[in-house]
């Protein structure tokens, strides 16, 4: 696989991370990626920057190291009908959104709860992925869940970072990427990373595609091709589209 995005990554904009966008931007460039989403945690995270930060960001070069640096935002999903902690100003300036749960955010809940938090928030036309689906936390119906991810052309996550967690890890392997892979569902393989070192780096998660045999074709950014067709297919410019402008 040649990897060519990393489409969740944080800065030191949240102060549980340790690096500028500038030097993630470096990392990814080192890493021979095209794309990197600069996606700081929104404002329900006891750590969160100030919503002026999602509306500034403007100001940061669409290029950096020759790496498209897209203005995102991980959002926490706050309800059972897919509620976000965002507001319009935030909405409005943000290109594009991975939509998570966490901790002290989401309620934890039945089954059927979340399930329908992760359907509820699938109507959201800025929302490209669902973070870190894995969390024994939040159990949901996957089989549900991903047939609306391939109706709604939304990509459920493999979050490197949950390597950490032997449970996350099983879910993944055992239950998420295998149902995935059934139903056609796209995934994107992400970072998540907290500090520069992890931005694009994607050697376990590619392993362990390999083991479970997964299919190639439903991994969006292991291709430029394949990422750019996802891009396109959201609305969204690709960068000879942004250049050209």
């Given amino acids: 696989m040649k990897f060519v995005a990393d489409m969740h990554t944080h800065t030191i904009a949240c102060t549980h991370a340790y690096s500028t966008v500038t030097e993630n931007a470096k990392a990814a460039s080192e890493r021979g990626l095209s794309y990197m989403a600069m996606t700081d945690h929104s404002v ?85 992925v669902l973070g870190h689906t894995d969390s024994p936390d939040y159990p949901f119906d996957v089989e549900a869940v991903t047939k609306a991810c391939k109706e709604k052309n939304v990509a459920i996550e493999f979050n490197v970072s949950r390597f950490r967690s032997n449970r996350s890890i099983e ?60 891009l396109r297919s959201r609305g969204f410019k690709t960068n000879s589209e942004l250049t050209a402008e």
């Fill in 171 to 230: 879910r993944l392997k055992h239950l998420i990427l295998p149902t995935c892979a059934k139903n056609g569902c796209n995934i994107m393989i992400n970072s998540d990373a907290h500090f520069h070192d992890k931005v694009g780096a994607f050697k376990q998660a590619e392993d362990l595609l390999k083991e479970i045999d997964f299919p190639e074709e439903l991994v969006l950014n292991a291709d430029l091709e394949r990422f750019e067709n996802f």
């Fill in 44 to 128: 329900m995270m006891p750590d969160a920057p100030h919503e002026w930060h999602f509306c500034n960001m403007r100001v940061i070069p669409d290029f950096l190291y020759g790496v498209r640096v897209v203005k995102g935002i991980e959002a926490d999903i706050i309800s059972f009908d897919g509620k976000l902690d965002i507001n319009e100003y935030i909405y409005g300036n943000v290109d594009w959104m991975v939509a998570s749960m966490h901790g002290g955010c989401m309620p934890s809940g039945t089954e059927e709860q979340i399930t329908s938090a992760y359907l509820g928030v699938l109507d959201n036309p800025k929302v490209f």
